[in-house]
Structure formats: C-alpha cells, structure tokens
C-alpha cells in the first residue's frame, strides 16, 4: 500500500534518511523501530509529508505522493499521530476531537473544508463523527469531560480518535506508548489491534521494541538513517545488525 523508495533526507549535511526503501502492505501492522535519532519520525514525516524528500519516492497504492502537501495525502488516506502531540487544554474530550476532524493537517485544509463542496459538512456532522471515533477508542464515557481529566493513556487514546475522523485507510503513529505505564500500553496494543482487524493498514513507530516485537506484521530497523534490517519479528530479534546497534547505543 505504502511503498518508500530510495529516501534520502539530509539536514546540515547529516542524512537523517539515507537511502531508505520499505513498504507498508495493506491490513498489516508496520513496525518501524531504531535508536534514538535513528531517522524514525523523518521517515515518518517523509511518509506524512511534513517533510520533503532530496530524492527518493513515496507512493500510496501505486501513486506517487511524495510532492504533495500533508493536508492532499491526509485526503487520500492517511491519518497520522505525531511524536508527542499534545491535547487543547481547555476543551471538552469531544472539542478535542472535533477540532482535529476540523482542522486535520494545516490551515489549508480548514479553508478546504470551509470552501469545497465535498467538505462542506455541518457541525453537527463533525460532532457526530468525533463521537463515533470516541466510542471506536474507548472513550464513550468521557466525551463532555475536560481534556486535562484524561490520563495520559486515554489522551493517547483520544489523539488516535481524532486521526480517525478522517476514517483512513492507513494510520501512522509515532512513538504512541512513549510515557505510559505497562497497563496503558497493553490497552493500546489491543486498541491498534483491533484497528488491524478492522482492515486500517498501521505503521507503528516505537522506542518499545518488545510492544513492536509483539504487535507487529513486519518490521523495519533504522540506525543512522539507514535501513539496517527489515523482516518478521522473530527475524529482528536473531539480527546480528539489530543487536549490534542497540548494544552499541546501551553501551555508549
Ligand atoms: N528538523 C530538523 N533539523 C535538523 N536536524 C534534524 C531535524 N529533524 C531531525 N534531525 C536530525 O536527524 C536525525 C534523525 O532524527 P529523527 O527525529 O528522525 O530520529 P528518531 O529516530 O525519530 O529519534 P527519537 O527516537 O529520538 O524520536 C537526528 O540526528 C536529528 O537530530
Ligand atoms: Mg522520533
């Protein structure tokens, strides 16, 4: 479904993404693990695009998306959970993610959604949608609450909620367990299970090699932005390549 070809991404002469080739298949949980700086989210906004590209493709289902802006791909499918994304204080859980429905990806996409005859939808519409996809995450039973009164797994919970709105076809999530304690992590497992099931195709981005281990289909190691290994979980775990640059980075 997601195919990235020969990716090169450079800031100030460093390659934050060199020469990266992967593939996400559709209905399958992506795993795309690496030390820290390893080039995990530049791939991530290279997919989202967030970022640019020096050279290398991105395409969707055969397509090339790698020149067009993040809020066109988010039309074409693509919903994304941004390393740390943090909530708006201030608003109900359902304000939340109705503003995310709203705005999506950038200004251009407000003003899309405010112009265009196919997103000319009612408020209530955005509401309603929201709380499909609060209910989708478990979040039913908190709509109207402050934000500030989620725990940090269930404000994880509602950023997921919120890229669902969109109702994609791929999710990219990065570093979505970062902070939250075993039990919150075992829920959101099951939550990204479940979205598997339902037939959402999933790149996870993750510093917990043991959540990525078990959850997903594949996955792809970096290390100084190359694709040092890619293959089953059970292949990952015997890399030589992969041990190697987790020792080395524990050892450092
Ligand atoms: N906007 C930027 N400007 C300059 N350097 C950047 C930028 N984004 C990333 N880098 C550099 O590129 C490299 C890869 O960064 P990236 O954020 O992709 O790593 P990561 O694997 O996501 O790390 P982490 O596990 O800490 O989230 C790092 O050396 C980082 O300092
Ligand atoms: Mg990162």
Do not use: C
Request: proline letters at 5%; charged letters at 25%; a positive charge.
């Amino acid at each position: 479904m997601i195919v990235v070809d020969n990716l090169s991404r450079s800031f100030g002469g460093v390659f934050a993404a060199r020469e990266v080739s992967m593939s996400v298949a559709a209905g399958e949980v992506r795993g795309v693990i690496g030390p820290n700086g390893a080039g995990k989210s530049t791939l991530f906004n290279l997919i989202s695009g967030h970022l640019r590209p020096q050279s290398g493709t991105v395409s969707l289902g055969g397509t090339r998306i790698d020149t067009l802006p993040p809020h066109r791909r988010a039309e074409l499918g693509i919903a994304i959970v941004f390393q740390g994304a943090r909530v708006f204080p201030g608003m109900s859980v359902l304000e939340n993610v109705a503003v995310g429905a709203h705005a999506r990806t950038d200004a251009g996409a407000l003003s899309a959604i405010l112009r265009l005859p196919r997103h000319r939808r009612g408020e209530s519409e955005i509401f309603a949608d929201a709380e499909a996809a609060l209910e989708r995450v478990g979040l039913a039973d908190w709509v109207s609450r402050p934000v500030t009164a989620l725990p940090l797994g269930q404000q994880r919970r509602l950023q997921v909620a919120r890229a669902l709105t969109a109702k994609p076809t791929a999710l990219l999530l990065d570093e979505p367990a970062s902070g939250l304690r075993a039990p919150e992590r075992q829920d959101l497992s099951r939550l990204i299970r479940e979205l598997r099931a339902d037939g959402i195709t999933i790149l996870l981005v993750e510093h917990d090699v043991a959540m990525v281990t078990s959850l997903a289909d594949r996955i792809t190691v970096l290390d100084l932005g190359r694709v040092i290994a890619d293959g089953t979980p059970d292949e990952i775990r015997r890399d030589p390549a992969v041990i190697a640059a987790y020792l080395g980075k524990a050892s450092a």
